[in-house]
């Protein structure tokens, strides 16, 4: 891989972070929240997160397990990806049921609130 690719590798990353960010409508340093939740049984430390997202800000560097997040997201919130009949709104939901545990999303969050139509 030249410097080149890998640049422009970072920036893709980048990319569908902000992407999924804006989808589920919470900021860049939730969806690294998120992502350590559905990745790890424990709670991250503060400064830990704190250290990876100024590398993400500053460097363009994305942790493995937040690149597998957000491109979960977008795959979800894709329409070939949820029901036919299902509304943007609804996708997103959709998408909030598939990558979240129970765990992982704030149990008030309206958006995990949700079923599938029959």
């Known amino acids: 891989m030249t410097m080149a690719q890998a ?27 998120r992502a350590y939740g559905c990745w790890y049984p424990d709670t991250p430390d503060e400064w830990r997160i704190d250290e990876l997202f100024a590398a993400f800000m500053f460097d363009n560097a994305v942790p493995f397990w937040v690149r597998d997040f957000a491109r979960k997201v977008l795959q979800a919130t894709r329409r070939d990806s949820a029901p036919a009949t299902l509304t943007f709104a609804d996708r997103v939901r959709f998408a909030w049921k598939l990558i979240a545990r129970p765990d992982a999303a704030p149990r008030d969050d309206p958006r995990t609130d949700f079923e599938l139509p029959a």
């Not at 640049?7 to 960010?21: F, G, P």
């Open 7 to 33: 640049l422009e590798s970072a920036t893709q990353d980048c990319e569908t972070v902000v992407r999924a960010a804006q989808l589920l409508d919470i900021s860049e340093y939730e969806l690294f929240l």
